[in-house]
């Protein structure tokens, strides 16, 4: 049975930065495209970025363009999203998912999610 664990969440101070990662058991993410998600108490989920499963494509939403970085390591079995120059409004709980299709990574239908990782921006 296949699962995601996401992992690097933390506090940081505005400005800095963290590196969150989305570790696969149970199959290979280099077949599924991979999402990024956000939600903050009270708000809905927000898709924030996603790599395609055949080459290196990456997607991202206005918001975190120029800051955010998805990437993804097939020896590992694992894709990162490095979060730089980070604002207390990016404070959520971040989550990643897997698809087979691109198409419905980005309408957030996954075959799998994570369970999220606490990333909170304060002074």
């Known amino acids: 049975q296949g699962q995601l664990v996401e992992s690097g969440g933390g506090l940081v101070q505005p400005g800095g930065s963290l590196r969150l990662s989305c570790a696969a058991s149970g199959f290979t993410l280099d077949d599924y495209a991979i999402g990024w998600y956000r939600q903050a108490p009270g708000k809905e989920r927000e898709g924030l970025s996603c790599i395609s499963s055949s080459d290196d494509s990456t997607y991202y939403e206005d918001s975190i363009k120029g800051r955010f970085t998805v990437s993804r390591d097939n020896a590992k079995n694992t894709v990162y999203l490095q979060m730089n120059s980070l604002k207390p409004e990016d404070t959520a709980l971040y989550y990643c998912?897997?698809?087979?299709?691109?198409?419905?990574?980005?309408?957030?239908?996954?075959?799998?999610w994570g369970q999220g990782t606490q990333v909170t921006v304060s002074s």
């Open positions: 998912a897997a698809s087979r299709s691109l198409h419905t990574i980005m309408a957030q239908v996954a075959e799998y």
